[in-house]
């Protein structure tokens, strides 16, 4: 069984302090959502408030379309995994999956049978005898997953539960945790800071910068067609060049500034004369390339196996990194290099709005 997720105008304060700002939006039932932004923009706020740790100063939270409000958290629908994890080390982890149905009185036999129904779905099925601290971090992982998924949610919640996991580790637990949500079907809310972990696993991603939400997409959506400058920079790698538009035409804009003139798209459909920032990936740049050129000097290069991040200075003191692929020759460091970008690659913006 699996339920949408509502938002309403949610607003969450403590005192005089908005951790939440009327945050709405529908999370479908069955979809991989994720909540990514830096440390303090409110989503573990949201997610304490979806699962009735907290509650909510103004608005609302529906599950499945019924309001949350007065509803505890042991009550609700959800089921919550902490970046802690929180397993008994002293139990084992047959003990650990099947603690949340022996507190609810489930009989031994039918527990042992959802236990091990569980330890097969997370491929830890001749592990239940051991101790918890037997396990490697991803195994105390599935661990947690399991404990969570035997008490039938509606919803799981997950409090950036592979911060503590080494790079490989945690790669290869995202597929993991995809490929179970998967199975089972239900809803799953994921809170992370890592925008790898977000494009790669979710259906959908709200982007969230001091409280509110600034965009929300799949991962195509907010990578490739960012809405807002906080998003623009904090989503992956961006080049940014500032400026006023000195033309604008047909979804097209020119933008002027201290660099020169370059062209982009313009889907906010900016004003001419409008203050704008220009953004372009790294990997939209091409050394040589003809349009929209820039003069620069090599200040830095990054070999990194497949890729090579080459870091560069122009004229007016710019700093600009390209992103080369397998194959592609960096210039020297210190030399001259021109480069440019096609206008389909770019994007015009306005600033970062300041409170």
Same mark, same amino acid.
């Given at each position: 069984?699996?339920?949408?997720?509502?938002?309403?105008?949610?607003?969450?304060?403590?005192?005089?302090?908005?951790?939440?700002?009327?945050?709405?939006?529908?999370?479908?039932?069955?979809?991989?959502?994720?909540?990514?932004?830096?440390?303090?923009?409110?989503?573990?706020?949201? @997610?304490?408030?979806?699962?009735?740790?907290?509650?909510?100063?103004?608005?609302?939270?529906?599950?499945?379309?019924?309001?949350?409000?007065?509803?505890?958290?042991?009550?609700?629908?959800?089921?919550?995994?902490?970046?802690?994890?929180?397993?008994?080390?002293?139990?084992?982890?047959?003990?650990?999956?099947?603690?949340?149905?022996?507190?609810?009185?489930?009989?031994?036999?039918?527990?042992?049978?959802?236990?091990?129904?569980?330890?097969?779905?997370?491929?830890?099925?001749?592990?239940?005898?051991?101790?918890?601290?037997?396990?490697?971090?991803?195994?105390?992982?599935?661990?947690?997953?399991?404990?969570?998924?035997?008490?039938?949610?509606?919803?799981?919640?997950?409090?950036?539960?592979?911060?503590?996991?080494?790079?490989?580790?945690?790669?290869?637990?995202?597929?993991?945790?995809?490929?179970?949500?998967?199975?089972?079907?239900?809803?799953?809310?994921?809170?992370?800071?890592?925008?790898?972990?977000?494009?790669?696993?979710?259906?959908?991603?709200?982007?969230?910068?001091?409280?509110?939400?600034?965009?929300?997409?799949?991962?195509?959506?907010?990578?490739?067609?960012?809405?807002?400058?906080?998003?623009?920079?904090?989503?992956?790698?961006?080049?940014?060049?500032?400026?006023?538009?000195?033309?604008?035409?047909?979804?097209?804009?020119?933008?002027?500034?201290?660099?020169?003139?370059?062209?982009?798209?313009?889907?906010?459909?900016?004003?001419?004369?409008?203050?704008?920032? @220009?953004?372009?990936?790294?990997?939209?740049?091409?050394?040589?390339?003809?349009?929209?050129?820039?003069?620069?000097?090599?200040?830095?290069?990054?070999?990194?196996?497949?890729?090579?991040?080459?870091?560069?200075?122009?004229?007016?003191?710019?700093?600009?990194?390209?992103?080369?692929?397998?194959?592609?020759?960096?210039?020297?460091?210190?030399?001259?290099?021109?480069?440019?970008?096609?206008?389909?690659?770019?994007?015009? @913006?306005?600033?970062?709005?300041?409170?």
């Amino acid at each position: 069984m699996t339920a949408d997720v509502e938002l309403d105008a949610l607003t969450v304060r403590f005192g005089t302090f908005t951790a939440v700002e009327q945050a709405s939006l529908r999370i479908k039932g069955g979809e991989f959502f994720s909540f990514l932004g830096p440390s303090g923009c409110g989503k573990t706020t949201i @997610l304490r408030t979806i699962s009735g740790f907290i509650d909510p100063t103004e608005g609302a939270v529906r599950i499945g379309g019924q309001d949350m409000r007065g509803i505890g958290a042991n009550k609700r629908p959800t089921a919550l995994i902490f970046q802690s994890l929180a397993l008994f080390p002293m139990m084992s982890v047959a003990d650990n999956i099947g603690y949340g149905l022996r507190v609810r009185g489930v009989a031994k036999a039918a527990r042992q049978k959802k236990v091990d129904e569980l330890l097969n779905l997370v491929a830890l099925g001749d592990q239940g005898a051991k101790k918890v601290d037997e396990l490697s971090g991803g195994q105390r992982q599935r661990v947690a997953i399991a404990r969570a998924l035997a008490v039938e949610p509606q919803v799981l919640l997950l409090d950036e539960p592979l911060s503590a996991l080494d790079l490989k580790l945690r790669q290869h637990m995202r597929n993991e945790l995809r490929a179970i949500q998967k199975r089972v079907g239900i809803t799953f809310i994921y809170i992370t800071h890592d925008q790898g972990e977000a494009l790669t696993m979710s259906d959908r991603i709200a982007v969230m910068n001091r409280g509110r939400i600034e965009q929300v997409g799949d991962g195509r959506d907010v990578y490739d067609a960012p809405r807002t400058a906080f998003v623009a920079s904090f989503v992956g790698e961006n080049n940014a060049i500032t400026g006023h538009l000195a033309e604008v035409a047909e979804g097209m804009a020119v933008i002027e500034g201290p660099l020169g003139r370059f062209r982009a798209t313009n889907p906010l459909a900016l004003k001419k004369g409008a203050r704008a920032i @220009l953004f372009v990936r790294p990997e939209a740049l091409r050394f040589g390339a003809a349009d929209n050129a820039i003069a620069a000097v090599t200040s830095e290069i990054a070999y990194e196996g497949n890729l090579t991040h080459v870091g560069l200075r122009a004229a007016d003191g710019t700093h600009l990194t390209v992103l080369l692929g397998a194959g592609e020759t960096a210039p020297a460091m210190d030399a001259p290099a021109s480069f440019g970008f096609a206008a389909a690659r770019a994007i015009v @913006l306005p600033p970062q709005q300041a409170d």
